[in-house]
């Protein structure tokens, strides 16, 4: 069986493991192709604020929005922050669609 797989990037803060986890579990069942962050630094990955860590994972984030078909914002709570913001923004600067969890 070949099918054509949309590609769905999730962008969001790293403190929302579970709903990255969740998303990601229910997006794939849809019949998705999920990409979602290596590390959640604000949920204990420490290793993300290693000197130079976390700029290479924003720039590596970047090429996976270029992989994707569009991006799935986690913003639970309605809460988007800086590096979210600036994903999203780029995401739009490239055609992609974005989507949000939460109304935005």
Known sequence: MVEKYKVITLC???RFKDAFMETQKRLTLD??????VGLF???GDEEVWKPGTKEMLDDM???????SDEIFVINVGEYIGESTRTEIEY???????VRYLENE
């Open 91 to 97: 995401a739009l600067s490239q055609g992609k669609l």
């Open 41 to 43: 630094g604000h949920s």
């Open 61 to 67: 984030h970047k090429r996976k929005i270029d992989m």
């Open 31 to 36: 019949g998705n192709i999920v990409i979602s």
């Open 12 to 14: 969001g803060s790293t």
